[in-house]
């Protein structure tokens, strides 16, 4: 695609149930991740996939936060029993390889609401 | 824990003048990147600087660091008041991966 879609742009939940957020990363780009930013702060590393490699998941913040990325590209942050403080915008990024030196090419991200 | 710390938090200055913004950063580095973000969501890269390079132009921008101090910096000449955003740096160390943010300098260009 053109670029990083992410969706639903906008999605508010009751606390306790579960949420799925999705991203599409730029085709052939082989690394993805996933951060987190709550209101005028700044962005929270989540999760990294690059290629077949083992993700990176040291900063998911609790066992209620899950990630997969199928066929190596689409990936899915799931988050179990939401809480408040779970509010935030989830952003999704992508690049070309790990390579080192590649830049992240950002989605419009996720509004996640908790009531 | 977060990587980066950018200085200020928040900056407000006049159409015209010279923006400066400041990261510091934790543990050794290959490239550190500046990313700006309008209100909204997505960020956007601005440049790349090598842990070799010591000062990096593009355009407006002029970015140095320096690693010794494990510090870099972002400066906008003659701003203008769509340069209001936010601007973070990001670096990756190592064999990781994962590119870690700092919190963030707000600017606001008045016109």
């Known amino acids: 695609g053109a670029g990083v879609s992410q969706s639903p742009s906008n999605k508010v939940t009751e606390k306790g149930k579960d949420v799925e957020l999705r991203c599409d990363p730029i085709?052939?780009?082989?690394?993805l991740y996933w951060y987190r930013q709550s209101l005028g702060q700044g962005l929270e590393f989540l999760i990294y996939?690059?290629?077949?490699?083992?993700?990176?998941k040291s900063g998911l913040p609790s066992d209620r936060f899950s990630a997969e990325r199928t066929g190596g590209s689409v990936s899915t942050l799931t988050i179990q029993r939401t809480q408040q403080e779970d509010s935030a915008v989830y952003l999704c990024a992508s690049s070309l390889s790990q390579g080192g030196s590649e830049k992240l090419f950002f989605g419009s991200g996720t509004q996640l609401s908790v009531l | 824990s977060q990587q980066g710390e950018e200085d200020p938090q928040a900056l407000s200055i006049q159409e015209g003048e010279n923006a400066t913004m400041n990261c510091s950063y934790k543990?050794?580095?290959?490239?550190l990147q500046w990313y700006r973000q309008n209100s909204g969501r997505g960020l956007v890269h601005l440049i790349l600087?090598?842990?070799?390079?010591r000062e990096k132009h593009s355009g407006r921008l002029r970015v140095t660091l320096d690693t010794s101090k494990k510090s870099s910096s972002l400066l906008i000449t003659a701003s203008r008041a769509a340069d209001t955003a936010s601007y973070f740096c990001?670096?990756?160390?190592?064999?990781?991966?994962?590119?870690?943010f700092g919190q963030g300098t707000t600017l606001q260009v008045k016109p």
């Open positions: 990001a670096t990756r160390s190592g064999n990781t991966g994962k590119l870690i």
């Open positions: 600087i090598r842990s070799n390079e």
């Open positions: 085709s052939g780009h082989t690394a």
């Open positions: 996939f690059q290629g077949n490699s083992a993700p990176d």
């Open positions: 543990t050794s580095i290959n490239n």
